[in-house]
């Protein structure tokens, strides 16, 4: 299978714990991109990088919110001190990047804080 | 800041039937304008997209959307509906040039009667 991965596929965790997430792109793609996708909403946009730069990143990542690609592959997301409303899918995309990029979604982790 | 609506949370239809799923954004500039499908256990799967020029596009598994610059609406049709598109049906848009920066709408779920 040569599409996104994402590891784990269900996460469940207590209130305060520390949790990481992995995103392994599409070989080829220098683009990856982290959404989050609570219950009845659609994905809304956190983080992406180019290679291992990390361009932009929303205001929806607080400060216990970090993401890194340390050598321009696979990516880590990782949450400090849980919240319950840290509770959501979590999404990674990548891409070629390009003016008409198109973005491929890993089928996504989802966490529930407890 | 850009937004997207999709009026209707759920919509049924019987197999054969036609389809159309609404969508408006709000934006200041012409927007890059996306549908995603988001199957059960699947990752987003991009239907079809809108950059520039023929405002009728064409995508995969049959569908097609109408840009309508004066309404700010991308609909999303399809004229005889199969049970296997039974999902979740997402809106987006970005800013031109910014393919990648998604905002989606809330998301249309689709079920097919038979």
């Known amino acids: 299978d040569t599409g996104v991965s994402q590891d784990p596929r269900h996460k469940i965790t207590k209130r305060g714990q520390n949790v990481t997430f992995r995103c392994d792109p599409i070989?080829?793609?220098?683009?990856l991109y982290w959404y989050r996708q609570t219950l009845g909403q659609g994905p809304e946009f956190l983080t992406y990088?180019?290679?291992?730069?990390?361009?932009?990143k929303s205001r929806l990542l607080s400060d216990r919110f970090s993401a890194e690609r340390p050598k321009g592959s696979f990516s880590t997301l990782e949450i400090q001190r849980t919240e319950q409303g840290d509770s959501a899918m979590y999404l990674c995309?990548?891409?070629?990047?390009?003016?008409?990029?198109?973005?491929?979604f890993g089928s996504g982790t989802q966490l529930s804080v407890l | 800041a850009q937004s997207v609506t999709q009026p209707d949370i759920h919509i049924t239809v019987s197999e054969g039937a036609s389809l159309e799923l609404r969508c408006n954004y709000s934006?200041?500039?012409?927007?890059?304008l996306f549908w995603y499908v988001q199957s059960p256990g699947q990752g987003l799967q991009l239907l079809l997209k809108?950059?520039?020029?023929?405002?009728l596009v064409q995508g995969i598994k049959g569908f097609e959307a109408e840009f309508k610059r004066s309404q700010s609406s991308f609909n999303l049709r399809k004229p005889s509906v199969h049970w296997s598109d039974a999902a979740e049906y997402f809106c987006a848009v970005s800013l031109a040039g910014t393919a990648s920066k998604l905002t989606f709408g809330t998301g249309t779920r689709l079920q097919v009667t038979l």
């Open positions: 990088f180019q290679n291992e730069a990390q361009l932009e």
């Open positions: 070989s080829e793609h220098n683009r």
């Open positions: 934006y200041g500039a012409t927007p890059y």
């Open positions: 995309a990548s891409s070629l990047g390009g003016q008409s990029e198109k973005l491929f």
């Open positions: 809108y950059f520039s020029g023929d405002t």
